[in-house]
């Protein structure tokens, strides 16, 4: 019997099985099913196939690693089909925690822990191997922003993996398969690990490094802005794009020194929302809209002019996207460490949705005190497939 565990917070991509249930066809026992007693969240599988990849609606869990890699010299589209035949494969598998062939470590795999794997194609992909008739018309990199001090190590790439477990061991695990067997085909070129805790915080919110309660105004994907996450017909440069998605990765630093420096006061007036409980400085709670208008006995707003939520929020219902960040620390040898947010956002149209709020944000939001863009990459993240199918058959044969 299959057993359901749990329903995704956000419906549909976000439903997650039991391994063993899955793995063995129908092994798992009535009452508690094989290891949820002891092992928590080890057994969890949230389903790899259908119309758009997991890893987008599925509620984000603890731990995270990005990988971009990019084509090896001389590889073409034939190459580029194995290698996502090969992945397809491999990614159903390890998703449902069952080790593919080659696989070293399969007490490992056993246990994904609803681990997913999302892909995507970068702008490079499509320059290398000649695909412009397939590229997505807003597949580039992001305008330069004034904010910016990118660093190229962190650009983009003409691959991404991006992984998500609730364990951080087949999360490792998983990523090294993969990575090996794009081996002659693709390298990597960064790999970025993240992690998040939602902590008290319900739905897609969690407690990002300055503490802040962070990802709690988010559009409806489950429902009535559907369109504003997938590429539809309509949009689609090409057929094969139906069911995808567009991912935009910045790596933003964050200066923990100086934040702590600054008063809480001044702190909750930067975002504009309570640091708390994360409800709006207008009054309710998490969930209450901020009231903009809302104005002191002075005349002034009570939502700065510069807040990051005044800034971030939309100027028009199409302005909005998903939210699924990461927070980093990145060790240095010397004993220094890094912080910031992989800040990841999804939405159907980079250009339309998501530039005109990085483009108010670069230019006037109080939050830039502490933070500084350091990496940036867009992607065109290829819808799912069917079992049977492969990731981006449509747009390769
Ligand atoms: C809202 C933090 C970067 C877009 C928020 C909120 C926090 C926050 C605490 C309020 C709660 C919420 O609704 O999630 C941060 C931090 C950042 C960062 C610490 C960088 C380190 C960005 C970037 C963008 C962005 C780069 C997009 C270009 C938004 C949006 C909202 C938001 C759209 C909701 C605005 C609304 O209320 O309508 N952010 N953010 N944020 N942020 Fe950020």
Same mark, same amino acid.
């Given at each position: 019997?299959? &057993? ?8 549909? &991509? ?7 249930? $899955? ?7 009535? /009452? ?6 002891? !092992? ?6 949230? @389903? ?9 609606? !599925?509620? =984000? ?24 035949? #090969? ?18 470590? =399969? ?6 822990? /609803? ?20 590229? =997505? ?24 993996? %991006? ?20 081996? +002659? ?15 008290? %915080? ?8 300055? /503490?802040? $309660? ?28 139906? +069911? ?27 975002? +504009? ?20 208008? &809302? ?13 990051? #939520? ?37 939405? &159907? ?14 230019? +006037? ?8 863009? #350091? ?7 290829? @819808?799912?497939?069917?079992? /049977? ?9």
């Amino acid at each position: 019997r299959r &057993a359901l565990l749990k329903g995704g917070l956000l419906g549909g &991509a976000g439903a997650f099985t039991l391994a063993g249930a $899955v793995a063995s066809s129908g092994a798992a026992s009535e /009452g508690s099913a094989p290891g949820t007693s002891s !092992t928590g969240t080890a057994d969890l599988v949230v @389903p790899f196939h259908g119309e758009h990849q997991a890893g987008i609606t !599925t509620p =984000p869990p603890p731990h995270a690693v990005f990988v971009g890699m990019d084509l090896d010299d001389g590889v073409g589209t034939t190459e580029l089909g194995r290698l996502m035949r #090969v992945w397809t494969d491999d990614i159903s598998r390890l998703t449902a925690g069952v080790a593919p062939v080659t696989d070293q470590e =399969p007490e490992v795999a056993a246990r994904p822990a /609803g681990l997913t794997v999302t892909v995507g194609w970068g702008p490079g992909l499509f320059d290398r191997l000649g695909l412009d008739d397939r590229r =997505p018309s807003w597949l580039a990199p992001l305008p330069p922003m004034p904010v910016d001090d990118l660093d190229e190590a962190y650009g983009g790439t003409d691959l991404l993996l %991006q992984l998500c477990s609730h364990s951080p061991v087949p999360l490792a695990h998983a990523r090294r398969l993969l990575v090996g067997a794009a081996r +002659g085909i693709a390298t990597p070129r960064w790999v970025q690990p993240g992690f998040r805790d939602p902590g008290e %915080q319900a739905g897609l919110a969690f407690r990002n490094e300055f /503490g802040q $309660v962070d990802g709690t105004v988010q559009p409806d994907v489950a429902d009535r802005d559907a369109d504003l996450l997938w590429i539809g017909p309509a949009s689609a440069s090409h057929p094969g794009w139906v +069911g995808g998605s567009s991912l935009v990765l910045r790596r933003i630093r964050m200066d923990m020194e100086d934040w702590e420096r600054a008063d809480r006061v001044a702190r909750e007036h930067a975002v +504009g929302r309570d640091l708390a409980t994360g409800a709006p400085l207008t009054g309710g709670e998490e969930s209450t809209p901020v009231d903009l208008h &809302a104005v002191l006995p002075s005349g002034l707003p009570v939502v700065d002019r510069h807040a990051h #939520v005044r800034r971030a929020s939309p100027h028009a219902p199409h302005e909005r996207f998903l939210r699924r960040p990461y927070s980093y620390e990145q060790v240095g040898t010397d004993g220094t460490v890094e912080t910031g947010l992989l800040f990841a956002a999804f939405q &159907a149209d980079p250009v339309r949705q998501f530039l005109p709020v990085q483009r108010r944000l670069a230019e +006037g939001d109080l939050l830039n005190i502490w933070t500084v863009p #350091v990496g940036s990459a867009v992607y065109a993240v290829l @819808p799912g497939c069917a079992e /049977g199918d492969w990731l981006g058959r449509a747009l390769l044969v």
